[in-house]
């Protein structure tokens, strides 16, 4: 096994790019000599002298000693050839995302390289066992995905392909913890950990969108808001930009041999063709100016009211603070607030015996204090629908009103990226523990889809997806067996097998 401890390690990074030169430059800041390979003349040059320039940075915001900012440098070299990598104990390859330009350059390194360097590959979305499958000896040849920017981002994917040997994922395992950074390990499946994990939030969003249930402006407000997420999917695709999630969410769909869970949608398409990509062509869901993104005007509070109301049991605390008469049970003239965990307000109203033209439903999954999602069925006359709004909004927390939707917004989706999770873990790509991990750090969420679900109860989230599942009819929304069997036996998601 390589002691990636010595003081005399030796690393080389094939490609100088965004990806390469930031490898590189947390692989020379651990105190590895790191030698850097571009076959564009020039182009590892450049790539060493803006790292130089990103470190000067650091310095002057006095986190980083000028002195070790010019030891570091020092300790990148660059290659003039390919062959010049030949003293490296690992090489990590950050070429352009293409298998067989992949597969060609490995072969050609294991031609210049001892039968000890370890070959790891940066690729995001590309078979491991395919790349490794063109070497002599494929069990030396690991996964190796950074994110960008490498420095701040201080995860790492080491992933496992059919060949590859412990010792090299072991390997890797311990030098991504001397430059700093959490190494999570997974098999070589598709989108890896966090690319295949990230397929529920923006296409769920996608979906609730395609439905007319709320635009998506509303949509990224409850999921900010109410959820708790960072950023909303639209804003993430205007970030990322359109043209890349659309192309990673079709790739995924496609390499799992149409999967209904992650299917893509058909909203996408129109905008990319019309280059409404996101913040770096001005444009995207939102409209862009030199301040960020310009402001999408909350829907108005509705002058209205209303003298009693008949609410759910889950909604009696909400609308004691909010002070309005509760009814013992519904009438002709009370405004009828029903709770429902997976049902659209239609079906919870012909459910519950209400009258649905009284009746509104109120998201109870993720309390009330910071937004409130409001939900009508067809039937709700205009007159309720204000009503119900205004009562809601009257202690100044602010209220996103939608159209009928198994779920709402922010439960379907919530449930869908513990579902997608919990998949996961039944094909046993990885452990609880680095899912979780990969999650938070990769993408940002507040939790990791399994302390995600815990948090919101096993079984509430189970109930969730069958009542959408069972009003829907897709196959998109059916359970995880390893949702279910946690949830039945009371056991946290976070159980191994």
């Known amino acids: 096994m390589l002691d990636t401890s010595r003081a005399d390690l030796v690393a080389g990074v094939a490609g100088a790019g965004t990806m390469g030169r930031g490898i590189a430059q947390v692989l020379a800041q651990c105190g590895a000599r790191t030698l850097l390979f571009d076959a564009q ?77 370890i070959l790891a590959s940066n690729t995001s979305s590309l078979s491991v066992t395919a790349m490794a499958a063109a070497c002599r000896h494929p069990g030396r040849v690991a996964g190796y995905h950074f994110f960008n ?21 072991d390997a890797l395992t311990a030098l991504a913890k001397r430059f700093g950074h959490t190494a999570v390990r997974c098999k070589d499946t598709p989108g890896f950990i966090v690319n295949h994990a990230g397929r529920a939030f923006v296409p769920e ?17 409850i999921l900010v808001d109410a959820a708790g997420f960072r950023i909303g999917p639209f804003g993430l695709m205007d970030l990322v930009g359109l043209d890349v999630a659309h192309a990673v ?16 949608s058909f909203v996408a398409d129109p905008r990319v063709a019309a280059g409404l990509l996101g913040r770096k062509t001005g444009r995207g869901w939102y409209e862009y100016g030199k301040e960020g993104a310009l402001a999408v005007p909350e829907q108005a509070i509705p002058s209205a009211s209303m003298e009693s109301s008949w609410v759910a049991p889950e909604l009696k605390g909400l609308f004691e603070k909010l002070k ?14 029903v709770a429902p965990l997976g049902k659209d ?11 649905p033209e009284r009746t509104v439903a109120v998201d109870p999954l993720f309390g009330f204090s910071k937004r409130r999602t409001l939900m009508t069925n067809p039937a709700t006359s205009k007159d309720v629908r204000d009503a119900a709004h205004a009562l809601l909004a009257s202690d ?3 209220v996103s009103a939608i159209h009928d939707s198994p779920g709402f917004v922010a439960q379907r989706v919530v449930a869908h990226i513990v579902n997608v999770g919990c998949d996961i ?29 815990d948090a919101l109860g096993a079984k509430k989230v189970l109930e969730i997806l069958d009542a959408m599942h069972a009003i829907l009819k897709e196959p998109r929304y059916r359970a995880s067996p390893w949702l279910r069997r946690r949830a039945q036996l009371g056991l946290s998601l976070l159980t191994p097998e």
């Not at 920017?149 to 994922?169: A, C, F, H, N, R």
């Not at 969410?249 to 893509?264: F, G, L, R, V």
């Not at 039944?426 to 938070?440: E, G």
Request: net charge negative.
């Open 41 to 117: 003349p020039g182009a590892a040059q450049k790539a060493k002298e803006s790292i130089a320039q990103a470190l000067g940075k650091v310095v002057d915001k006095g986190k980083l000693d000028a002195g070790e900012a010019e030891r570091i440098v020092r300790r990148l070299e660059i290659a003039p050839s390919l062959g010049a990598l030949a003293p490296a104990h690992v090489v990590v390859e950050a070429i352009v995302e293409d298998l067989q330009a992949k597969r060609k350059l490995f072969a050609e390194m294991e031609g210049l390289v001892p039968e000890s360097t």
């Open 149 to 169: 920017p490498v420095p701040v981002l201080k995860i790492v994917e080491v992933v496992d392909g059919v060949q590859t040997q412990p010792w090299v994922t």
């Open 205 to 221: 969003s996608l979906r609730v969108l395609s439905e007319g249930v709320a635009d998506f402006a509303t949509i990224d407000r």
């Open 249 to 264: 969410m079709k790739s995924m769909y496609d390499q799992y041999y149409d999967e209904p869970k992650y299917k893509p």
């Open 324 to 337: 309005i008469k509760i009814e013992g049970k519904p009438s002709t003239s009370t405004v009828n607030f």
């Open 345 to 355: 307000c239609t079906t919870a109203a012909l459910e519950l015996g209400v009258y």
């Open 396 to 398: 100044g927390v602010p």
């Open 425 to 453: 873990m039944q094909m046993r790509i990885c452990s609880p523990q680095d899912l979780d991990r990969a999650v938070m750090l990769g993408l940002g969420y507040p939790k990791g889809p399994l302390a995600m679900g």
